[in-house]
């Protein structure tokens, strides 16, 4: 069984900076795609970033895009979400996410229960908080 485990999260004032962290443990070779999506009260689930198996990122929010760097670690089963010029609006529970056929991509749009159904691994989730 794959279990997906985050940390890094925390509070932190505007302008700073937070790296996230996603170990699996189970996961084998055949997960290609890694990635972290978002959820702040009352908003839609927004995938953040996405990287393939080439260790390619291929997907950034607009929102994040400048700000944060997905990056992978194949041989640890560790992907990482580093954060910089965190703003309030990044205040949100983080999930990662990993799947063995699909592009995260086609994943934007779902809702948590929907996400957790249909990707092959989902994490518990993580709090970034972000004040002004």
């Known amino acids: 069984e794959v279990q997906l485990v985050e940390s890094g999260g925390g509070s932190v004032q505007a302008g700073g900076s937070l790296r996230l962290s996603c170990t699996g443990s189970?996961?084998?070779?055949?997960?290609?795609?890694m990635g972290w999506f978002r959820q702040a009260p009352g908003n839609q689930c927004e995938l953040v970033s996405a990287?393939?198996?080439?260790?390619?990122?291929?997907y950034y929010a607009d929102s994040v895009k400048g700000r944060f760097t997905i990056s992978r670690d194949k041989a640890k089963n560790t992907w990482y979400l580093q954060m910089n010029s965190l703003k309030p609006v990044d205040t949100a529970v983080y999930y990662c996410?990993?799947?063995?056929?699909?592009?995260?991509?086609?994943?934007?749009?779902?809702?948590?229960?929907?996400?957790?159904?249909?990707?092959?691994?989902w994490g518990l989730g993580t709090l970034v908080s972000v004040s002004s």
């Open positions: 990287i393939g198996s080439d260790n390619t990122p291929y």
């Open positions: 996410a990993a799947d063995r056929t699909a592009p995260l991509t086609a994943m934007v749009g779902l809702g948590v229960p929907q996400l957790k159904d249909t990707l092959d691994a």
């Open positions: 189970g996961l084998t070779s055949d997960y290609s795609d």
